[in-house]
């Protein structure tokens, strides 16, 4: 799962040493307390409360599943590149899923997506069995020596096309999917046992759902459970893939918010929603809903993510329109907690190519109307919009957010310009 909350390495850099400094005098693992700390601030106020999964995630050392480069942001809640143009995800999600999932000692788990295996790291603690594949040769043969080295006994790596399953060893109790098709492999669901769960991420490139399927007299029956954002399924799922993107004309789903996931207080369309809910208001500045997020403690996360096509070779520059409002505003402990919003761009295999971070409110305003340019990196293909608080505390509310192109490359014919431009 991609998210850009990896940004300022620096103001990371100073919590670590922060937390060093501190456990040390007590004599304790840093890595240990630092991971403890994520699940106490991060995992259990976003809602996670099944106790054998705190004590898996408090368990699981994330930082033997991230590259050397990134293991000093091992224990912050945010995706990491691991290479292959995969990420490993961010430890809500994971703990979320898992969760979801239901695991019990007696199951036996299909993983469609091994990574790093981290995510099935975690489940060996409380499965019987982990059968895991990966269709990135590098990453599922590292995986394998990673688990073997840290002794995870039950897990089991196959390197493959996740899209077929793995029928040798069906039928499975439970199958998480940690990549994105566009539909449920058939193959996925004969091999899942009757009255097993599955939980995967289906949808378009970047407009995701996040559901929970129950097997019922041979059928499934399904459960959404949150709008997402994770790297799509290769292999024949992408082959099958009807549904393309059109990262030439880019455009925000739901920017007004009117529009609410099922019957829930979220918004569809944006993920990773953070201590934050959509409300309605009769002083809403467009329609009849806003999205507020509510904060306060210093540096803890509240934001909602949404993830689009955005194609740097032939758009240079867009514009990013918003009302907003606060109320009691304050910086957090470093400079980038703050409200506003960033832009993450991502390139090739979905590698960063820039980032902005814009807005610096502070105190009680009325609702007001904000336009920022932002120019696009060349080797954009794609970006992720956050708003919100970002670590600040107090209240912040959003209202009908767009983003339009407003220059274009010189490459880019006049012809061409004119009929995409909006």
Sequence with gaps: MLSPIRSLERTVLAVLVWVVSSVSLLGADPLTEARHQLVARELIPAGINNPLVIAAMRKTPRHEFVPPAKRKLAYFDMALPIG?????????????????LDPQPTDRVLEIGTGSGYQAAVLSELVRHVYSIEIVESLGRKARTRLKRLRYKNVHIKIGDGYE???????????????SPEKVPQQLIEQLAEGGSLVVPVGERFQQQLWKFTKVDGKLKRESLQTTFFVPMTGRAEELRQILPDSKNPALVNGS????????????????VRLGQVEATPDAPVEDRVMKFANSTAGRNAHAMQALGLDGRHIQEIAISYWIRGNRLQAGRFAHERPGFIIEFYGHNRAPVGFEQRGNGSGSFAWKQESERVQVPTAARAAVIGIGLFGATGEVWWDDMQIKPTGFRPSTSTKARAVDQP
């Design 84 to 100: 292959g143009g995969q990420t490993i995800s961010p430890p809500y999600i994971v703990a979320f899923m898992t969760e979801q």
């Design 257 to 272: 918010f009117e529009e609410l996931l099922d019957e829930s207080s979220l918004p569809r369309g944006w993920y990773y």
């Design 165 to 179: 399953g793995w029928p040798e060893h069906a039928p499975f109790d439970k199958v998480i999917v940690t990549c």
